[in-house]
């Protein structure tokens, strides 16, 4: 079974505060991604990297960045927290195309910033 | 702008009926549609999916159906069951590039008794 996991399932932090999400997968994907969920807005791609080192940005990159040192961890890193970034964080991996479009989701981290 | 659009938000639907939900897109390089279903704390999982090249796919009691011309799929559950509440999300994927899904903002479905 694949499995996806992400560091915490609840966050609190403050304003302007520098905060990590951390994404293991444990099925050797070459493709990872972030998302963030908000009600009505269904889930929306912030950044996705499909190598080690390789990110590309989503539809919402702006106050995240993300880094992927190996290729099985991928972290999701808020600059300086704002309180628009109160979401729930979901974290995918995927195999190359030619194999599935199958993406596998973590259970998420609802993060919640004061 | 929303590349998949997903209708209805939420769905009251009683128990032993049929739950339809519909999504439509406008990228023809789409080429790969499938359906997420979402219990409460847990992550999205996949529950069916379907290609262009068919009009229809069935799993159990959930029914994908395609209308390439129209851009438009649906899902249909049958005889829906308390079990199937839970938030569904359609979703599209490219025929190019990284392994992207484009999501639809999702739908709340509540089977009652």
């Known amino acids: 079974d694949v499995k996806v996991t992400q560091s915490s399932r609840y966050l609190v932090k403050r304003t302007g505060e520098k905060v990590f999400l951390e994404c293991v997968q444990d099925?050797?994907?070459?493709?990872m991604f972030w998302y963030r969920q908000d009600p009505g807005l269904g889930l929306r791609l912030i950044y996705f990297?499909?190598?080690?080192?390789?990110?590309e940005k989503g539809d919402i990159p702006e106050g995240y960045s993300v880094s992927r040192e190996k290729k099985e961890r991928f972290s999701l890193i808020l600059e300086s927290a704002s309180t628009n970034q109160t979401s729930m964080y979901l974290c995918?991996?995927?195999?190359?195309?030619?194999?599935?479009?199958?993406?596998?989701f973590g259970p998420g981290t609802r993060l919640t910033v004061l | 702008q929303q590349q998949v659009k997903q209708s209805p938000q939420s769905l009251i639907v009683q128990k032993g009926g049929i739950s339809i939900i519909n999504c439509a897109y406008e990228?023809?390089?789409?080429?790969?549609f499938p359906w997420y279903q979402q219990f409460p704390g847990k992550g999205p999982a996949l529950l069916i999916a379907?290609?262009?090249?068919?009009s229809e796919k069935k799993e159990g009691r959930f029914t994908i159906s395609f209308n390439k011309s129209a851009k438009q799929f649906s899902l249909h559950i049958m005889d829906s069951q308390p079990g199937d509440s839970a938030t569904y999300f359609c979703?599209?994927?490219?025929?190019?590039?990284?392994?992207?899904?484009?999501f639809g903002t999702g739908t709340r479905l509540t089977i009652i008794p």
């Open positions: 990297s499909y190598d080690v080192k390789m990110k």
């Open positions: 979703a599209a994927g490219m025929i190019w590039g990284a392994n992207n899904l484009f």
């Open positions: 099925m050797d994907h070459e493709n």
């Open positions: 379907i290609r262009p090249d068919v």
């Open positions: 995918a991996s995927s195999p190359p195309r030619e194999e599935s479009n199958e993406q596998f």
């Open positions: 990228n023809t390089a789409f080429d790969y």
